[in-house]
C-alpha cells in the first residue's frame, strides 16, 4: 500500500475509535480513541503510517495552550517550584541506577540500549538519540511506546480514584467564542515558534518552540485565551494515533520479551515517581495532584494534555517535564561517548 492509502487507513481507523469512545461517554475520547482503535489492529496485524509534520503541526496546539497559561501571575510563581524543581535530578539517577542494570543484566539488551530504554526522555527523543548511538531502534521504540501508553491509561485512572478529580475540565472555549484576532495570532506563533525553534535546533521545536513565543505574547497582553477547545481535541486525536502506531508489525516474541520487559520497568518507575510526588507533598512544594502529574514519566504532549483536562497548575505540571526532559537529553552524548566502547567492544 502506498503512504497515502496507510495514512487514510490509519485516519479512519483512529476517527472509528473516537467516535465510538464519544458515542460511549468514555473519558478522553479524542485520546483514547484513536489510541485504542489503532493499538487494537496493530496488534491484529494491520499497517499504519504516521502522518509526519501534521503530527508535528498538532503537538504545536499543545505548545500554544502551555504557552498562553503563563500568565504574569503564574511567572511570579516560579521561584516557588525551585524546592521540587530541585529533586528531579535524584529522581533520574535512580531512574538510570535501576533501569539500566535491569534492561541489560536481567532483559539482555546492549549497554546503549539499556540506557535509552531506561531514560524517561521524550518518546521520539529517545529513539532518535538511541539509534544514533548504535542502539536498537525498534526496542526502543516498543519499550517507550509501552511507557507512554501504560502512563497515559493508569494516570486518569488514578486521578479519579486516588486524587478525586473529573476529566471534564473545559478545555477551552468554543472556537466561535473566540476572537478571530486572536486565533490567528495563535496561529502565527504556532508557526513561528515550531520553524524558528528547527531553524536554530530547539529541541522539541514544535511544542517548545509555540510555548516561548505564545508566553511572551500572553506576558506581552497580546493573547488572554487558551487555542480552542476543537484545538486541542485534535491535538490529543494525533498523539493516540502515535501511541497506537508504535505497536505496528510487533511479533509474539516481541511481546513476550520487549513488550513486558517496558511493562516490568513501569512498576519501577511507578513506585519511583509515587515516592518523590509523596515527598514533595509531605514537603509542602506543591498539592498532591500536581505532584503526581509532575513526576509521572510520561511524555510532555501527553502529560500537557491530562494537566489541562483536570485544570491542574499548567505552568507547575510542565516546568518539572521540561526539566527532567532537559537533563536526560544533555545527558544523552556523554552516554553515547561512555557506552559505545563497551557496545563494540
Not at 542494570?101 to 539488551?109: G, L, N, Q, R, V
Request: charged share 10%; aromatic share 8%.
Amino acid at each position: 500500500m502506498t503512504t497515502l492509502r496507510l495514512r487514510a487507513t490509519t485516519f479512519a481507523v483512529a476517527a472509528f475509535g473516537a467516535f465510538v469512545f464519544w458515542m460511549l461517554a468514555l473519558p478522553l475520547p479524542f485520546l483514547f480513541g484513536p489510541m485504542a482503535a489503532c493499538l487494537i489492529a496493530a496488534l491484529g496485524g494491520a499497517q499504519f503510517a504516521g502522518f509526519g509534520q501534521i503530527t508535528a503541526g498538532a503537538r504545536t496546539i499543545l505548545g500554544v495552550a502551555v504557552g498562553t497559561s503563563i500568565t504574569p501571575e503564574v511567572a511570579a510563581q516560579l521561584p516557588s517550584m525551585a524546592g521540587s524543581i530541585a529533586l528531579m535530578p535524584l529522581y533520574i539517577f535512580l531512574i538510570a541506577l535501576i533501569g539500566v542494570p535491569f534492561f541489560h543484566k536481567i532483559c539482555k539488551f546492549d549497554p546503549v540500549t539499556s540506557y535509552y530504554a531506561a531514560m524517561p526522555g521524550g518518546l521520539q527523543d529517545m529513539i532518535l538519540f538511541g539509534e544514533e548511538a548504535g542502539g536498537n531502534a525498534r526496542v526502543l521504540s516498543l519499550i517507550h511506546a509501552t511507557r507512554v501508553l501504560v502512563i497515559v491509561t493508569v494516570a486518569p485512572i488514578m486521578l479519579i480514584s486516588v486524587y478525586g478529580v473529573s476529566l471534564s475540565n473545559p478545555i477551552g472555549q468554543p472556537a466561535s467564542e473566540l476572537p478571530l484576532h486572536e486565533m490567528a495570532v495563535m496561529v502565527v506563533a504556532a508557526l513561528v515558534g515550531w520553524k524558528g525553534g528547527e531553524r536554530i535546533g530547539l529541541f522539541g521545536a514544535s511544542i517548545l518552540g509555540p510555548m516561548i513565543v505564545s508566553a511572551a505574547l500572553t506576558m506581552g497582553g497580546v493573547l488572554h485565551s487558551r487555542p480552542p477547545q476543537e484545538a486541542i481535541w485534535t491535538a490529543q486525536f494525533f498523539i493516540g494515533v502515535v501511541i497506537g502506531v508504535y505497536y505496528v508489525g510487533v511479533t509474539l516474541r516481541e511481546l513476550r520479551s520487549v513488550v513486558l520487559s517496558g511493562l516490568a520497568f513501569m512498576v519501577v518507575l511507578a513506585v519511583l515517581a509515587a515516592c518523590f510526588a509523596e515527598i514533595v507533598t509531605l514537603l509542602g512544594l506543591a498539592p498532591a495532584m500536581e505532584a503526581f502529574l509532575a513526576f509521572a514519566p510520561g511524555g510532555q504532549a501527553e502529560m500537557t494534555v491530562l494537566a489541562i483536562v483536570v485544570g491542574a497548575d499548567l505552568g507547575f505540571v510542565i516546568a518539572h517535564h521540561l526539566t527532567r526532559i532537559v537533563l536526560v537529553i544533555l545527558g544523552a552524548p556523554i552516554a553515547a561517548r561512555l557506552l559505545k566502547p563497551k557496545a563494540s567492544g
